[in-house]
């Protein structure tokens, strides 16, 4: 629990060179870690086997320190050619790997940046960049600020006589460690990913790179694409639960259904604005039904309640005996040449009631012309296998010669009418907002 573990290659200064600390030793001095991963090549396992210089080192400077160091060595006796970064990536990747499976979470692994080749050093740096492990980078600098460029005889070592030198001992000896600061590239490129994500109104996908990097984004960020999430699949009750006590000010309209309606039209012109035209058709019907309802309630003072019934699988269907009661049964026969057929509740049928009933005629004008081309294209949209582009949808329909925007546009004029947001309201914006809030948060 709570252990210091360093991960350390072993190099030419090391243990100790010019009568200083090689940057193991400092590391070790300074962070006293409870278990040292030595990791020797052919030529240190050779000075190794010749005056156990580095785990020597070690215990004299734990015998100082009042510190006991579990050492323990990584040998690579096979390994000669010490340039090549390839070896050191993969060798270093598994075995830090083993080290983090036998960690816990309060456990600390410490890198050393510092000691080895320029290709150790390389994959230790491209590790610590891509964060690939929990570990703290420590790079080491040199006594004199500088590269080192006097020779020292590595091939004599005098264990006892070059710690008693080592002017790294003395009480006012600086400490030369610095934690590295890595530029984590896949933290970056992961929220590149993430901000792409959102600006394609994709919450999901966006959500699930935000899981990978959890616990280092702000709560508000991550609590924002939870709240996109559950926005777009429209799940009101755990936007809801996210947005208790909180004030980010999503939703426009939080008027009950109006609110339901609201954000389902808002859900649709995400489908429009990301092409998904075949989705973005077959969602008019039953949005088209909702508003059409609100207008009959609101400006025809006719509540479809009282004029239909749920069947068992809970769908609305006109009721013969209800639309008697409510003065509309002969008025709706009579637009039907006597044929009206006393099924679902579809938007044609709430058309003329409305037209009957409101006198509105800019209004009726615009219900009868959405309705009208929400019938043309529904039913092969529905039922057919068909690419759906915005080419096909003009070319059926008919006379209108509609783009889906401009289907989308006359179903805003609707929403207006119906008391939910005027077709030119800064409520339809509502989701680049949003994605505004997510993105600043993120930055």
């Not at 190099?11 to 962070?31: A, F």
């Not at 639960?241 to 980010?248: E, P």
Request: glycine content about 6%.
């Amino acid at each position: 629990m709570k252990k210091k573990i360093l991960f350390s290659p072993v190099g030419g200064t090391d243990p100790v060179k010019y009568l200083r600390d090689g940057s193991m030793l400092h590391i070790c001095r300074h962070y006293q870690p409870d278990i040292v991963y030595l990791y020797l090549s052919h030529e240190m396992m050779e000075y190794h086997r010749k005056d156990n210089r580095y785990v020597d080192a070690l215990e004299h400077l734990g015998r100082h320190l009042g510190h006991t160091f579990d050492i323990r060595l990584i040998e690579r006796d096979n390994l000669t050619d010490v340039q090549q970064y390839d070896i050191f990536y993969e060798d270093f990747r598994q075995e830090i790997q083993k080290i983090e499976q036998e960690m816990d979470d309060s456990d600390t692994l410490l890198l050393n940046m510092a000691s080895g080749t320029p290709a150790m050093k390389s994959a230790l740096l491209v590790m610590a960049t891509f964060a690939e492990y929990r570990f703290l980078p420590i790079q080491v600098s040199t006594p004199k600020k500088k590269m080192n460029k006097e020779h020292e005889d590595r091939d004599h070592f005098e264990n006892e006589l070059e710690f008693a030198l080592n002017e790294d001992n003395e009480q006012d000896a600086p400490n030369r460690c610095e934690e590295v600061k890595c530029l984590n590239l896949v933290k970056l490129i992961k929220l590149d990913t993430i901000k792409k994500h959102i600006r394609a109104y994709d919450y999901p996908a966006a959500l699930s790179v935000a899981e990978e990097l959890k616990g280092e984004l702000g709560k508000d960020a991550y609590c924002l694409l939870q709240i996109a999430d559950a926005r777009i699949k429209l799940d009101h009750s755990r936007m809801d639960k996210l947005m208790a006590g909180k004030d980010y000010g999503i939703c426009p309209v939080r008027e009950g259904n109006k609110r339901k309606v609201f954000e389902y039209a808002l859900a649709l012109q995400v489908k429009l604005i990301r092409q998904d035209y075949a989705d973005f058709i077959r969602g008019v019907t039953p949005l088209t039904v909702d508003l059409l309802e609100s207008i009959l309630k609101g400006r025809c003072g006719i509540l479809l309640e009282d004029c239909c019934k749920k069947d068992e699988k809970g769908i609305l269907k006109w009721h013969a005996g209800k639309l008697k009661r409510a003065g509309l049964f002969d008025l709706l026969q009579e637009e039907y040449n006597g044929g009206f057929k006393f099924g679902p509740v579809y938007a044609n049928q709430l058309e003329k009631l409305i037209a009957r009933k409101c006198g509105d005629e800019r209004l009726c004008q615009k219900v009868k012309a959405v309705t009208q081309v929400e019938s043309q294209v529904r039913n092969v949209a529905a039922h057919e296998i068909v690419s759906v582009t915005d080419q096909w949808i003009r070319e059926r329909t008919k006379g209108a010669a509609c783009s889906a925007w401009d289907i989308f546009k006359m179903i805003r004029q609707i929403a207006g009418y119906a008391g939910l947001a005027p077709e030119k309201s800064q409520a339809w914006n509502s989701y680049d907002r949003m994605n505004e809030q997510i993105i600043e948060r993120l930055e």
